[in-house]
């Protein structure tokens, strides 16, 4: 009963301290694959080396004269060698991005420099990130929420929220559809009024020969000047970089809180993640203006048929909007953690955002079923699966292999016409192929969510599960007692003193060639509810197949019945209630 304890402990564990999973659109940042050094180099560091003051004067010097190639050159070489260039950097960098235009530039110099811009802010991000306990007040004012209520610098993914709008209502439908391009297809007919005393070479300089990088303006009124399906491109790429700081800093705080997230420690304001400052979340309110907005312009861009590329871009946030409020209410019970859990706050967040995808995509049943699977969080789709098919005759119970089980007993699929029932163009119905087909993503979506397969392979198996790994920051940081088979015993200093007599030879004929790994800790799971709702569900699948095996012959279920071979293998009448009884008995 023990080994089986641990074993299910060790299952839910490494689902939930895989926190690259929780958030699987975002880039894994390395300080995940060494939580040891970035506490040593990032968490618990003091500031990072700042450049003399004659080079920092001679940066901002060549970005007052516009000298962009050298103030790029200058900054990478600075995060090359581990010098924060200035508090001021990303904003620098953010800036340029929005205003870079033709001066005395070929079209091929400004793709070079444009890319330069972007590259050197990810670089200046990678060298210094935002898990970096010192840097924490240069970003949140980087991300305009230091402080809300100056008007001068306004919240810059609330900015580009507005400046997205825009967009999407001045673009045509071409332009939304296809990869804009980020700089000017200049092909101006100079027989307009408007050009008619400009060369090309001017009309190309007009742009940013006035903008001023010492003054208070902000770069609004330059890059309005440029076409709407410029500002669209550059507008996405300025959302890449605002969610890849927002994603990381989350990532890393998961990372570093592994043994206790709750509500009490995500909120401390020293500690909060950024994510909740910038979508203006509080423990008693997820829904605020920015978030709805957010919401709104991913619906809006659904129906306009976005580049599934910056499509990709909204889902991010979208992901990460949700992971933050889902993790905000996890729950344990005598320091006992519940997971998975979907909290009533995010559950509501989520019938929220269905009620905005609706109302923006009132008709077009195809445009569900594309984009439902586009998600990247299994607990988002099949939750939202469930809102959606509430909308014909589904029943509005929460979704669990319970409710497909009754779905089938009350043949609720003779409801739905066959597609062969409806009209090529009548994209308004959902046929009883579709109505299958979702149902059953949104089981996959429940089982992956949960990590069912696992446990009920090893309720049937009894193979010991391993635990996640992860490398350490040297070959000393080994714990006693923990080593892997890759690069050969390693000793601590302690374990060593008994046998001082044989350090010299040790040391002559052993080579460390690899960082060890190491196991991380088990968390401490609430086994005897995560057991309930486990075998249950499993017992209600097992269920389920029989169920099939009964409509069959009425309706095509063939790969209801394949996912349940798979998922499922021989049926073992044995297996569910015993192993639940086990695993909860020794809680």
């Known amino acids: 009963k023990q080994s089986l304890k641990l074993n299910f402990r060790v299952i839910i564990s490494n689902l939930y301290m895989n926190s690259e999973q929780r958030l699987p659109a975002a880039r894994v940042p390395k300080c995940l694959h060494n939580t040891s050094l970035c506490v040593s180099k ?120 507005d400046l997205l709008e825009e967009c999407l209502d001045k673009c045509s439908e071409q332009e939304i559809k296809e990869y804009t391009k980020y ?74 809180n592994r043994m206790q997230q709750a509500e009490p420690e995500i909120f401390q304001d020293e500690l909060k993640p950024f994510a909740l400052i910038v979508f203006g979340m509080t423990q008693e309110t997820r829904v605020s203006k920015i978030t709805r907005q957010l919401l709104r312009l991913y619906s809006r861009s659904v129906a306009k048929s976005l580049h599934a590329d910056r499509l990709f871009v909204l889902e991010r946030f979208v992901s990460l909007l949700m992971e933050v409020s889902n993790t905000a209410e996890l729950q344990y019970v005598e320091n006992y953690l519940i997971y998975p859990s979907l909290g009533r706050q995010t559950s509501r967040l989520i019938a929220e955002f269905f009620k905005i995808f609706k109302t923006e995509n009132p008709k077009h049943i195809s445009t569900y079923i594309k984009t439902i699977p586009q998600f990247t969080q299994h607990y988002v789709r099949y939750e939202f699966i469930n809102h959606f098919l509430q909308l014909f005759y589904c029943s509005k119970a929460p979704f669990r292999p319970e409710k497909i ?70 070959p000393l940081a080994t714990p006693v007692g923990v080593a892997t088979g890759e690069v050969g015993n390693i000793f601590m200093l302690d374990e060593m003193q008994k046998e001082a007599h044989t350090w010299k030879q040790r040391i002559n004929s052993k080579v460390i ?30 269920y389920l197949r029989r169920v099939l095996m009964e409509v069959m012959q009425y309706v095509d279920v063939t790969k209801w019945l394949n996912f349940l071979a798979d998922f499922l293998g021989e049926d073992d009448a044995s297996a569910t209630g015993s192993s639940r009884a086990s695993v909860a008995s020794t809680n």
């Open 42 to 161: 990032h968490r618990c560091a003091m500031l990072p080396n700042a450049p003399d003051i004659s080079i920092a004067q001679e940066l901002r010097k060549n970005l007052y004269n516009k000298h962009y190639e050298t103030f790029l050159d200058m900054q990478e070489t600075m995060a090359l060698q581990c010098v924060f260039p200035d508090e001021a950097a990303f904003d620098w960098l953010f800036s340029m991005l929005m205003i870079l235009s033709t001066k005395t530039l070929s079209a091929d110099e400004l793709r070079s420099r444009y890319n330069n811009v972007i590259r050197i802010y990810y670089l200046l991000v990678d060298t210094f990130p935002p898990c970096w306990t010192a840097l924490r007040p240069y970003y949140l004012d980087f991300l305009g929420v230091s402080h809300p209520n100056e008007r001068d610098k306004p919240q810059k993914l609330q900015l580009l929220l």
């Open 183 to 256: 700089y000017e297809d200049f092909s101006a007919n100079f027989d307009d009024e408007e050009y008619t005393n400009l060369s090309q070479d001017s009309f190309l300089m007009r742009h940013v020969d006035d903008y001023d990088w010492q003054g208070s303006k902000l770069w609004l009124d330059d890059f309005k000047q440029m076409s709407p399906s410029v500002r669209l491109a550059r507008v996405f790429d300025a959302l890449d970089m605002i969610c890849w700081v927002l994603e990381r800093q989350f990532m890393s705080w998961m990372d570093h």
């Open 405 to 474: 089980c009754e779905e089938f007993k009350s043949k609720q699929w003779l409801k739905y016409k066959p597609r062969s029932a409806i009209e090529p163009d009548d994209d308004e119905q959902l046929s009883r192929e579709d109505y299958l087909m979702i149902m059953l993503n949104a089981l996959q979506d429940y089982c992956l969510w949960l990590n069912l397969q696992p446990f009920w392979r090893y309720m049937k198996t009894k193979e010991p599960v391993k635990p996640l790994q992860t490398r350490t920051a040297s």
């Open 513 to 542: 060639v690899a960082r060890p790994k190491v196991n991380l800790p088990v968390a401490r799971i609430s086994t005897s509810r995560m057991a309930e709702l486990f075998g249950g569900d499993i017992r209600q699948l097992r």
